[in-house]
């Protein structure tokens, strides 16, 4: 199948890659619209804004079977689930997982492919729908550029997403703070639990790109107002309450998870939770709705669960448990993706929300693309469109190390080849011959310039491999291990390392985090996404590198060890000429400038 | 007419005090529903959930006559209102305003007033609904106690109404704190404008009750970390952006105040504006949902349209412009209150946010008890349930002065009692006597305990002054008399002060803001609300005193000039023991311990 292009270089999605093909609730509904779309590389938003989406109980409807009492709108085409008012089915859909080579400033497409991919599925006749986290507010005034997908693979509408949404991250927000709140006035008052003014580890999160909130000494002004102690601000992506909500079962794990939370030490250095002050069961409350998975669609209309968005760094980088769960009871199969690539992302996803859900995935695909694929061979992006088989044969070494990789975890990845108009055939050729001899099947993706159907290929790749033996997936290492062995299993396993190296600071903290009988948590660790290695010129599939650890943090309440190999930022900064400068609405209420 | 008390002492409320009769928009859908309600002095949540609110759909059509389209749902009994969507009529319907005497711990009932009039105005035939100020979500946390009305004159659902609602103050906040980082980020890069960062004085703010945060350092850390100076936080209340809102007429106007905005001064001693800044522009975009106002409903499904909620002392307290105007274009009558007693909340109503609207009251309704008579007349708190009709003559120099204040408006209120079990005859009697003399009407209210059937003598007394003449409503001062010459005829007009008295700060101030052509701006007097007078301890009507200014802050954004005569608080702190400390969701996701 192809495009038709129209007299005015529009193009026109064909009525069975609109996502109106499979319909097993409503099969009645089928509706013929053609929706004709601006032509590929126009600005996404003009591209979002070109499609008439559908009302959101019609999403629900007709491709969830879920009931109008069972949504709980936010407008006309966003809402919230209520899990409580849900049916489900007994038997749980398959997940796809999508993950990606090493990421670089070429753009690899992780999150189009996602919906591109959902798109297909739902094209060639199979129910999906998408789950991805939702983007940070903050960012959006820093660097131009929303978080919903891009060309004809996107989840709208992206405004919204982009922007409050429906108010997960400042209830996430107003819960952090009530609790550093809480420390403060317990301190003020008397301070009974004898905290360590000078040991507190909670700070304060904004969800706002601000580097002046780093580092604040806060309660000044003499006695009425407080006890003055450092502290400062994260951005709210990066607060453990983010992390807790992505990996709770239900509300009231949330509030279990809440109430583990470290908050710091007290005077005898021993830690002292959040349940100690008393505050998980209003820290919840302010989270009741944040919990519940929101609902919106992609641009052929097929469902997307976006809900919770965890850094990948210092977090897990996936999207929310319970939405995963949500989308898998609701649809036969689910594509979901992870953050940063195969070694951070897919790692976490599985060692840590995949471990602690139970829920497997069916198969993965990991996305990668040719001039990618040069970068990681050392071409400099200014020449990647130049055709050279050589670089992108050496590149392809980051290419095998990530299958490889997943075959560990029992998972052999379809490769889907993210194509772009440089792209030689040559090139591609070299790559299949990678992934052949690794026994990883291969498809080319166009879902950018043509949507669902450009995905068609790795759909029916997808589909061959989910008609297959369910794969018998492993976790990486044992939670039962010594924290330095799992981590030091993860390095020489995935990253190629010969050894890790605990500074002095991180090995006393290592043995304090085994002596208070956290050591049997998995381990999240925080490293460049840039190379296989914590050196992040380090392209290719660097090997015998030594992984330095310089920081153990313990997140009793999201359940893991935060193992720190390198440089984190938790709160950005806005660039020197910030986005929000040009961000504005137009005589029509619209908004410009955002993306 | 009078309750039914059923066998397990529930008390039914008939169908024509429920909000069914006047439907002049959908008059075939009248129910009968008969709603039991827990008895009069049950916790108000507990009455609240008792009732099955209607789908706010119904709501807005039934009674506002708002299509499906132009209503923005916000789950399944809350929502925005679309304006651009809403056809309204040409002729405004008319505008109660609700106050009330000087307040006392004892505690006068404005809210519940405005929600029982509300109801008793439908109930006898007229389409009335009500316009409120949102409630601070940081309050919740530290004293027990909501902000929805109370017993059976009260706005649902009130939850959602007391946490995060539809998110207004969660875009304040966000917009607010953009601002703040654009600030510092200008400073960072190379501050181009010359700003001198120790005479910022654009703060940050945050919807918690955290004085820690009052005063703080930021900008520490280094060079990548910004420019150390000193700042703080208050409440977002506070955010001269709450003021903004609540008096734009429109997104565009919101947008020119929001420019206006001064954050500080330059090198120069000159004051910068946010549009030099170039931040309106985004911070109008994470206010483009915020600026609509919302909509639920009271207990018997009258429309409550709350929408915005300013500080009454360093702004001027009344709930936004747009939701009045869309009220008044909506319903018939309209009753709408503004904080505190008449002379804070009534001025302000009148000099700022009539005064720039255009939006004039056809009737004043001054909310008054026997008990805060009797404390204005010097009983204490514990002595206020014995007869004591001495005191409440003593104390009703404090109601005469309202009315009279009131008077000079050009408005004669009718003073509604609101009406406990201990009041005596002979005390009321007393009252009347004292409004009688005044010319002003009075009536007994009794809402609390029986909903809009308890306040329907107060509507009628209403509906009598709005059938009769449209008053002549004057502005208390000329914006063109200088600013001192402004504050000073607020103060001996209302207040029975002899002069004004300007510290040297404030002079210097003052001078200061006329220089910059700010003199024309109506004046906000930020003084406390517990007595006519600077001093909180002078009850009653006390004269001849001086009213003393410590400070002047120019709110160019907002569009007046705040005279600061006593200590204000800007960021609360929570107390010893936190309400939040047992707040928690029960076994079946219901909250505990909020309300």
Not at 112 to 124: C, F, K, P
């Amino acid at each position: 199948m192809s495009l038709v292009r129209c007299s005015h270089s529009r193009a026109t999605i064909p009525a069975s890659a609109a996502g109106m093909v499979n319909n097993k609730h409503n099969a009645v509904l089928v509706e013929t619209t053609m929706t004709t779309l601006p032509p590929p590389g126009s600005p996404d938003i003009d591209i979002a804004r070109a499609v008439k989406p559908w009302p959101i109980f019609e999403v629900a409807q007709r491709k969830l079977g879920i009931a109008h009492h069972a949504l709980i709108p936010y407008g006309h085409y966003k809402a919230k689930l209520d899990l409580a008012q849900i049916e489900t089915k007994t038997k749980l859909g398959k997940l796809v997982l999508v993950t990606a080579i090493t990421p670089t400033p070429a753009g690899e497409g992780k999150t189009t492919t996602s919906i591109g991919l959902t798109d297909a599925l739902n094209a060639i006749g199979i129910n999906a729908s998408v789950c991805l986290r939702e983007p940070s507010l903050g960012p959006c005034f820093g660097v131009k550029g929303g978080a919903a997908g891009g060309g004809r693979a996107q989840a709208i509408p992206m405004e919204d997403l982009n922007l409050h949404f429906n108010g997960d991250f400042h209830a996430i927000t107003s819960a952090h703070n009530l609790l550093a709140a809480l420390i403060d006035n317990h301190i003020h008052w008397g301070n009974e639990l004898n905290l360590d003014p000078r040991r507190i580890t909670w700070r304060r999160v904004m969800d706002m790109n601000d580097r002046a909130l780093r580092n604040t000494l806060v309660g000044l002004g003499g006695p009425a107002h407080g006890q003055p102690r450092e502290s400062g601000f994260d951005i709210t992506v990066a607060s453990e309450i983010m992390a807790i909500l992505c990996l709770a079962e239900d509300r009231k794990d949330l509030q279990k998870r809440l109430g583990n939370i470290i908050i710091g030490r007290n005077r005898d250095n021993q830690p002292v939770t959040a349940r100690e002050l008393g505050a998980e069961g209003a820290m919840t409350v302010l989270l009741k709705e944040a919990i519940q998975p929101n609902l919106i669609q992609t641009l052929e209309h097929n469902p997307a669960l976006i809900h919770g968005g965890p850094f990948a760094n210092i977090a897990h980088g996936c999207n929310s448990v319970m939405a995963t769960r949500t989308a898998m009871a609701l649809s036969d199969v689910v594509v979901t993706e992870a953050g940063f690539g195969a070694d951070l992302g897919a790692e976490k996803f599985i060692d840590i929300k995949c471990r602690m859900s139970g829920l497997m995935p069916d198969a993965v695909v990991l996305v990668c693309t040719v001039r990618a694929l040069k970068m990681q061979g050392g071409v400099p992006k200014a020449d990647l469109d130049a055709i050279n088989v050589e670089a992108v044969i050496e590149g392809s070494s980051n290419l095998s190390r990530h299958i490889k990789n997943l075959q560990q975890f029992g998972l052999t990845p379809l490769v889907a080849i993210n194509r772009f108009p440089t792209d030689d055939d040559k090139e591609l050729a070299a790559i299949k011959e990678v992934c052949l001899s690794l026994g990883a099947p291969i498809e080319e993706a166009q879902h950018w310039a043509e949507g669902g159907l450009g995905a068609k290929a790795v759909a029916e790749g997808v589909k061959a491999m989910l008609d297959g033996e369910k794969p018998d997936v492993k976790f990486l290492y044992d939670n039962a291990l010594p924290i330095d062995d799992k981590i030091r299993t993860v390095a020489t396993k995935l990253y190629g390392a010969s050894d890790v190296q605990f500074n002095i600071a991180a090995q006393k903290q290592l043995d304090e985090i085994q002596a208070l009988g956290f050591g049997d948590l998995p381990i999240c660790i925080a490293k460049t996404p840039y190379s296989f290695s914590a050196d992040p010129t380090l392209l290719g599939a660097p090997s015998d590198h030594v992984l330095p650890v310089r920081e153990l943090r313990l997140m009793a309440g999201a359940g893991f060890v935060v193992a720190i190999c390198g440089d984190v930022m938790t709160m950005p900064g806005l660039p020197r000429k910030p986005a929000a400068l040009s961000i504005s609405l137009d005589e029509n209420g619209e908004i410009v400038g955002l993306f």
